[in-house]
């Protein structure tokens, strides 16, 4: 569980990125972080790894405080993966790449091997277990970014715009690794500007705007709320501004999938076409 | 006119085995706003890198067929004699950014084509202002964030104001709303300019409405080359993996379930909603 407590900070040159966020993440779940460019999202995930401490207030993890604990030791428990891969990667190849932290962990070379194997079968990169990272494309790169992270097995797994890149077959097999993971408890947090995907998930979304949480719900909720998406600088998913213009119909409004949306339509003309 | 033509193109990277694009032939023409989609590794980049001579000049790497942007065959141009003709955004913004400041970073192109001191002035002040990032002027470009970088790029291709734009994902870490109104400074320039627009992107949702040609490459070849209406509402286009407009699935279903609401596909929320009031009016 993390559990996050009236937390302020500050960056060096002056800048407030965090002005009081309190909340709390159970074991198992799925949220997604939104908001405005600078608006603190990734300030606040990187609380949750201990990559930075709160300046007043405090993080739990799982009950102990943030900064009772190494970096090292967190990150075994909470994963991060960065939004730009080339922040991360290092290795010559992709093999090396994900067995780096594991050798740093102490796992023996048989489970090390195994967990790679994993790894790469899962985010598709099986052949590229001996290329250079720096070879791949961008998003193939931020796969291996990911596969690095997953080889440990985290408890939390914490992606910081996870979709960049990615094509539609890789963003879907992305959310059916999310759904996956989600099923063995793990806790699943995602910072995104990707609303279609969020639509997708139907996560618990929490919006940021000013260092500030301003909305905290599941997505058919929040994303179907004209006035707190625009003041988060987000624009609806396609198709809840679809319903959210056209109001007249009575319509349920809380609409963010396509079936979903496809059914209701269906109904309504067909009883008008008779 | 077509400003970028290419006939039966072909390219491998030093080293690589395998071609990263295969007989690419497709026409842009002046003033036309093109997406080039697929999915990922389908020689999207690849392609780009093709239009200002980046392939093969600096690249190097075996090119075979020909291509032709703004009257010049690239092979025959260096890339500083296409710059002046081609300006290239590209996905990751720290790639492209290195001066002491963001205007700086704006006006290098303009200083190194020897513009006039007054004009460079002018040009950068306009680029920094349609990209929103005019207050950052005097920032350094690494201290700021994606997204902020990601329009500092932009600006720096906008101040050049050359005839073709090519952008490959631009605005992938912008908000939802920034990324939105960085589309729409690009349709102006579009529209207004008459700036050829070469648009990379995966996310149709955000981007298909803009767009007057959609080209969707696979395995690095083109599999669909044409109207965008036509094109993302053929079997084709979901067979290839390309995430068709959300839209343009609701139109699809609809349809599919027997309900049809026009000729015309929507390609954006606005269209399929003006469809929907049309039907429930007339129904």
Request: proline share 4%.
């Amino acid at each position: 569980m993390i559990e996050v407590k009236d937390v302020y900070f500050s960056y060096q040159n002056g800048v407030e990125a965090l002005k009081g966020v309190s909340l709390t993440i159970k074991d198992g779940e799925f949220v997604a972080i939104m908001g405005q460019n600078g608006a603190g999202k990734t300030t606040l995930v990187k609380h949750f790894n201990g990559l930075l401490k709160p300046a007043k207030g405090q993080v739990l993890i799982d009950g102990v405080d943030t900064t009772k604990r190494s970096i090292a030791e967190l990150s075994k428990d909470v994963g991060f993966v960065f939004q730009n891969p080339d922040s991360q990667l290092f290795s010559e190849t992709v093999e090396d790449e994900i067995a780096f932290a594991l050798k740093n962990f102490g796992y023996e070379t048989e489970v090390i091997e195994k967990r790679i194997t994993w790894a790469l079968n899962l985010l598709n990169l099986t052949q590229y277990r001996k290329t250079s990272p720096f070879m791949l494309s961008g998003g193939e790169r931020k796969r291996v970014a990911l596969a690095s992270i997953l080889a440990w097995d985290p408890k939390t797994l914490i992606l910081d715009e996870p979709t960049i890149g990615q094509d539609y077959e890789q963003k879907e097999k992305l959310r059916q690794f999310i759904m996956q993971m989600r099923t063995q408890q793990k806790t699943i947090i995602a910072v995104t500007h990707d609303v279609e995907f969020v639509a997708e998930c139907n996560p618990r979304v929490l919006l940021m705007r000013e260092g500030k949480v301003i909305a905290d719900g599941i997505a058919t909720r929040i994303l179907t709320d004209p006035e707190i998406l625009t003041q988060a600088s987000i624009v609806p998913p396609q198709i809840a501004q679809i319903f959210l213009e056209l109001p007249g119909l009575n319509l349920q409004k809380d609409i963010i999938d396509v079936y979903e949306a496809a059914r209701i339509l269906q109904n309504i003309l067909e009883k008008r076409g008779r | 006119m077509a400003i970028i033509e290419t006939h039966n193109l072909s390219y491998t990277y030093p080293g690589a085995t395998k071609q990263s694009i295969s007989g690419v032939s497709i026409k842009i023409e002046q003033g036309e706003f093109t997406l080039i989609t697929g999915p990922s590794g389908c020689g999207k980049t690849t392609i780009c890198r093709c239009f200002n001579g980046l392939i093969p000049h600096f690249y190097q790497g075996e090119m075979t067929g020909s291509i032709i942007v703004a009257d010049k065959k690239v092979s025959e141009n260096p890339i500083h004699e296409l710059a002046k003709h081609v300006g290239l955004v590209f996905q990751n913004p720290e790639n492209q950014l290195f001066a002491l400041s963001v205007e700086k970073d704006v006006a290098f192109g303009l200083e190194n084509l020897g513009v006039p001191r007054k004009e460079i002035r002018e040009k950068v002040d306009w680029a920094l202002k349609l990209a929103g990032i005019y207050e950052l002027r005097e920032r350094p470009p690494h201290e700021l964030s994606g997204g902020q970088q990601q329009r500092v790029a932009i600006a720096s291709v906008l101040a050049m104001q050359p005839r073709i734009i090519v952008l490959d994902e631009p605005t992938s870490f912008l908000d939802p709303l920034s990324a939105k109104k960085i589309f729409e400074v690009i349709r102006e320039l579009n529209r207004n300019l008459g700036i050829t627009v070469v648009l990379v992107e995966h996310r149709l949702d955000l981007t298909a409405k803009y767009t007057d040609h959609i080209i969707i490459m696979e395995n690095g070849k083109v599999m669909l080359d044409g109207d965008p209406h036509q094109i993302l509402q053929s079997e084709e286009a979901r067979l290839v993996g390309v995430g068709i407009p959300k839209a343009t699935h609701l139109y699809r279903i609809l349809k599919h379930e027997g309900i049809q609401l026009g000729d015309t596909v929507p390609l954006s929320s606005e269209d399929m909603a003006k469809l929907l009031k049309e039907a429930l009016r007339t129904r």
